[in-house]
């Protein structure tokens, strides 16, 4: 029995090939980029598990307790 996001996923994965089939490019080479984007993924993934946590604004999310001109 197949699990269901895998269900879901193949039918997004056909979906977005004939995004890009439909408009002109050809199907073994829609393959070919995506197997190749998917080999970019995972050594991104190896080297940073976790990119959100890298963002400039993740800082900033936290509110902080030094204000300027604060008394202590």
Partial sequence: MKES???GLQLKLEDFV???VGGGAKQEDVFDA???EIGN???AHERDPDPAEDRPEAEAEEPSN???GALP
């Fill in 18 to 20: 004939d995004t890009f």
């Fill in 5 to 7: 996001w895998r269900e």
């Fill in 41 to 43: 993924l995972r050594a």
């Fill in 66 to 68: 030094e204000r300027p």
């Fill in 34 to 36: 995506i197997i190749a």
